[in-house]
């Protein structure tokens, strides 16, 4: 896919915030930033999300319990 290159270097991002609440899509930081970056909404930015995370682009750090892209934005 043509976002991988960008999203690759995504900064460490919260996508579940208030962990102990229901999870909400307008409060995960990683949605708001896809959201923002590629001019879409919040539907189409959980789409990319999980397909950027199927195909390992973007990955998860038990250690800081955030998202990043795999070649950069590391804390």
Not at 20 to 31: I, T
Request: include cysteine; charge should be positive; aromatic fraction near 12%.
């Amino acid at each position: 896919m043509h976002l991988w290159p960008e999203l690759a270097f995504m900064p460490p991002l919260n996508h579940w915030p208030d962990r102990p609440k229901p999870y909400l899509a307008e409060h995960s930081e990683v949605l708001n930033w896809l959201a923002q970056g590629y001019h879409c909404d919040l539907v189409v930015a959980d789409k990319i999300f999980q397909s950027a995370r199927s195909k390992r682009v973007i990955g998860y750090d038990p250690i800081t319990r955030l998202w990043r892209g795999t070649k950069g934005g590391k804390p």
